[in-house]
């Protein structure tokens, strides 16, 4: 009845939380008393990508549940962990498993991990996804290292006030920043040549992203190819955007684990894209692995 309702204002019924710098300081905060790895390189992993964390040597877990103000993730295939420890000699943090826009999170929510990462000293985020393939040549189980991103999740996760203090090496983080070379040219050069070395073709792609959770219509994924997309996804684009603020360089690595909707007569299924990740583990974490020694 809506004559028993009363009337709160907005300000007073919402239990009042610190603000964002001031939370993932918090967590920050809380990872230094439970693990003295200070991370060069933070990895965020995709669905179905999970196991690259068994690969972490001296590894210390920290699960999601434990970080405070930390987001809980909810999608089957993420375990939600932060690893510490060392790949091939660099000190990394890996974070097993990503929270979705789709989902019902906030965009503070969705790149809190990439803060976090930012703030415990991280320099390079390498951000993983499994993505429906556009371009037609694009085949499930391709690795493709991302050029450039479309973001047409209608958000952006650097908007509301600018906060200054995520910047790198206390540099002040920006309000307006560059996204013209957002994927590292260095970086994307680099895993281009681990692969040449490992035996294969790692071709560039530029990822969309939407928000979903529904897959995407044949028409949209016309639309998308007209508009020069090469993956489609529902993560990393706002990942992203927060570490170009911060001033982190950027990889970004695309599994392609199915034609996306109308390239192939197929349905599109969450099972599936579990599926490919699994079986193309070994050769995403050896790809991977082998740009950690690179870096080192
Ligand atoms: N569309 C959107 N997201 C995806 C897809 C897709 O086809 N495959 C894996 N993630």
Redesign the pocket.
């Known amino acids: 009845m809506i004559g028993d309702c009363r009337k709160i204002p907005y300000s007073e019924s919402m239990p009042t939380q610190p603000d964002l710098f001031s939370r993932v300081s918090a967590a920050v905060a809380f990872v230094r008393t439970r693990t003295a790895v200070v991370p060069r390189v933070g990895i965020l992993l995709g669905?179905g990508l999970g196991a690259f964390a068994e690969q972490v040597e001296e590894a210390e877990v920290l699960a999601y549940a434990s970080l405070p103000h930390f987001p809980q993730a909810t999608v089957e295939g993420h375990a939600g962990n932060l690893v510490f420890g060392r790949i091939a000699g660099v000190p990394v943090a890996v974070m097993q498993g990503r929270v979705h826009a789709y989902e019902g999170y906030t965009m503070a929510e969705v790149t809190f991990p990439a803060r976090l990462l930012g703030l415990l000293g991280c320099e390079t985020l390498i951000v993983t996804?499994?993505?429906?393939g556009i371009d037609p040549e694009l085949r499930p189980g391709q690795l493709v290292v991302l050029s450039d991103h479309i973001n047409l999740t209608g958000r952006n996760a650097a908007a509301g006030a600018n906060e200054p203090r995520f910047g790198l090496h206390g540099f002040p983080a920006p309000r307006f920043f560059d996204m013209s070379a957002a994927y590292s040219p260095r970086l994307r050069k680099l895993a281009i040549a681990e692969a040449a070395a490992q035996g294969y073709a790692l071709p560039e792609g530029v990822y969309l992203a939407?928000l979903?959770p529904s897959?995407?219509t044949p028409a949209e994924i016309r639309a998308f190819r007209t508009l020069g997309a090469d993956l489609?996804?529902?993560s990393t684009v706002h990942e992203v955007i927060v570490a170009r603020h911060m001033g982190l360089e950027v990889l970004g690595l695309s599994l392609v684990?199915?034609a996306?909707?109308g390239v192939s007569a197929e349905a599109?299924d969450h099972e599936d894209?579990m599926d490919v990740g699994r079986q193309v583990e070994g050769r995403f974490g050896a790809l991977l692995t082998g740009v950690l020694r690179r870096l080192a």
Do not use: L, P, Q
Not at 129 to 132: E, K, R
């Open positions: 669905s996804n499994a993505a429906g939407v979903g897959f995407e489609v996804g529902m684990t199915n996306a909707a599109i894209v």
